[in-house]
């Protein structure tokens, strides 16, 4: 049975991967291939896997040559933007796929001429060609027309750019293009070309604790924590954490240790009408609680133990550890 479609199919239906050991049919194969090229999300992974599958069973499976050429150009594409050496033509209307490679040593300019366009543009600012002259900083996007409408005009364009620019942001590894409407949703982002978890207020590669660190960036949020806010958190931490542990470890060793037995008495007594428990006659069934909860009396004490000699002290090491640090920086 094929887990993606859920169809009973002949053996010689699942083809091999190279990439991992999971199967699934050839058609169900076929169309997830292409909608993953026609929606750029090259290379592919496995259905069941984030194993990349091999280009050559992509080859294989695929059935239309166009697809195929698309594959190969995206796969291209994504080699080339994720190499800092890789200049595109400016010219409009170039192929992308078509763009030359090129690294420098050179502390000048380089003039690169594309063939079937011959556009000639600097390698360093990626302006027209000027082997006589220094690089000149890029042009302003302002025109005569802009300067000359109105301030109001002026004012909803800028408004309209800085919201373009905080829903597009690229991504910190490979500079692929990534946007994410900016309205506080999760801030954990993956990106689909080179697999990068980063955070899209601070643009970092992270950790499954990046947003448990005194850093400023939260899970949901428009923007980062402003730096007094910050101070202030990470000043209330510190002088507070004695007091809040406290607290909570006041709290904590009562419920645990009560609470075990209670939960585990009620749980004895509350044996359904079909178990094993609705058997026993009434002496039977008060023995029975009257073990678990004097089982549950005697290892509560060591799991509160255990919560809280393994909880305060990595507590305690993470506020005058990290906080600390983080607060003298």
């Given at each position: 049975e094929c887990p993606l479609c859920l169809l009973p199919q002949p053996p010689e239906a699942f083809p091999s991967l190279a990439?991992?050991?999971?199967?699934?049919?050839r058609g169900c194969l076929q169309q997830y291939l292409r909608l993953a090229v026609r929606e750029s999300r090259v290379p592919a992974a496995c259905p069941?896997?984030?194993?990349?599958?091999?280009?050559a069973d992509v080859h294989r499976l695929l059935p239309e040559p166009a697809l195929r050429?698309?594959?190969?150009?995206?796969?291209?594409?994504?080699?080339?933007?994720?190499?800092?050496?890789t200049r595109w033509c400016p010219a409009p209307d170039c192929s992308p796929s078509q763009a030359r490679f090129l690294i420098t040593l050179s502390c000048g300019g380089l003039g690169v001429s594309r063939e079937g366009c011959g556009t000639e543009f600097c390698y360093h600012c990626r302006q027209p060609w000027h082997p006589d002259g220094p690089c000149a900083p890029a042009p302003?996007?302002?025109?005569?027309?802009?300067?000359?409408?109105?301030?109001e005009e002026l004012a909803h364009g800028e408004a309209l750019a800085q919201a373009e620019a905080e829903d597009i942001k690229v991504c910190p590894r490979c500079s692929a293009f990534i946007m994410k409407i900016n309205d506080g949703s999760c801030n954990r982002m993956n990106c689909t070309v080179c697999g990068c978890l980063f955070c899209w207020l601070c643009l970092r590669e992270i950790s499954d604790v990046h947003f448990l660190s005194p850093s400023g960036c939260t899970f949901w949020g428009k923007r980062p924590w402003s730096r007094t806010r910050r101070i202030l958190w990470q000043l209330g931490m510190v002088l507070g954490a004695p007091m809040v542990i406290s607290l909570a470890a006041g709290v904590a060793v009562p419920v645990i240790t009560i609470g075990i037995p209670i939960y585990m008495g009620r749980k004895?007594?509350?044996?359904?009408?079909?178990?094993?428990?609705s058997s026993l006659s009434g002496c039977q069934q008060c023995l029975s609680v009257t073990s678990s909860v004097?089982?549950?009396?005697?290892?509560?004490?060591?799991?509160?133990?255990?919560?809280?000699?393994?909880?305060?002290p990595l507590v305690l090491t993470y506020v005058y550890g990290t906080v600390v640090l983080s607060l003298c920086r």
């Open positions: 990439s991992c050991s999971h199967r699934s049919c069941h896997c984030p194993a990349a599958l091999h280009p050429d698309k594959y190969e150009e995206f796969l291209l594409r994504r080699l080339l933007v994720a190499d800092p050496g302003s996007l302002a025109t005569p027309t802009a300067q000359l409408a109105q301030p004895v007594l509350a044996g359904g009408p079909g178990s094993r428990r004097l089982l549950s009396l005697f290892v509560s004490p060591i799991i509160t133990a255990l919560t809280v000699g393994v909880g305060v």
